[in-house]
């Protein structure tokens, strides 16, 4: 069994596929959780890695850099900030942006717009609040999908901080199993994977000679008369 925490919005489910076809005979769990909750997962041993969203306390970790995610503003579709196809944080200043609880993205300086007089628990709770005109929320642009409504569209924040997505694990030897899973998400192939394939037997011996065997002695041509 390989057990791998994975954060809202993101999709392992390609490294799922490619893990079933190496590892036919090993089940891979998935184990949904935020961040915070991940690295503490690992930390205690419950799962064997977690793709999670950076920064996080990474002593006694090792990470992977995945990909960087655009981040977005969610507004109801009639909003002003449809008008164009992307906007800055510039044009949220004087919107409520909500700021919910499991928020992830990691600001320099103060998140954009004005804070709302509460913070939702959830995103999944804030984007209903957006739906009821309470506000708008600012989130990765995974998140934006995962919580897709008919009534609320979504516009790129050109200026806005990217959400970094990682692979984390304990920072001790690697198993066998996560130098394997370490190659599905680089994209190493089978044959190019650090990882010996259990389906490889013993290197076949080279043939040995017997003791005081000859070589045969090559044929000669006709001898001359």
């Known amino acids: 069994m390989f057990r791998l925490g994975y954060v809202p919005g993101v999709t392992p489910g ?99 717009g004005r804070a709302a007089a509460f913070d939702p628990a959830t995103t999944a709770e804030a984007v209903e609040y957006v739906a009821a005109g309470v506000g708008l929320l600012v989130v990765p642009q995974s998140l934006a999908r995962l919580h897709h409504r008919k009534d609320l569209t979504y516009r790129p924040l050109t200026d806005a901080p990217g959400s970094d997505v990682a692979l984390a694990w304990p920072d001790a030897p690697n198993t066998e199993l996560m130098e394997e899973f370490i190659g599905v998400v680089r994209g190493r192939t089978v044959n190019s994977s650090r990882t010996p394939r259990r389906s490889e037997g013993p290197a076949t011996p080279a043939p040995t000679r017997k003791p005081g065997a000859r070589r045969a002695a090559p044929r000669r041509g006709a001898h001359r008369r």
């Open 14 to 112: 390609k490294w799922v596929r490619i893990w079933a076809e190496r590892r036919p005979h090993v089940p891979l769990e998935l184990v949904a959780a935020t961040t915070d909750v991940a690295v503490e997962l690992i930390r205690t041993g419950a799962v064997d890695a977690a793709v999670l969203r950076l920064p996080i306390d990474r002593v006694g970790l090792h990470t992977i850099p995945l990909y960087t995610e655009t981040t977005v503003a969610v507004v109801p579709k009639e909003h002003v900030v449809t008008a164009a196809e992307e906007a800055t944080v510039a044009d949220l200043a004087d919107e409520v942006v909500l700021r919910p609880q499991d928020d992830e993205l990691d600001w320099p300086a103060d998140p954009p």
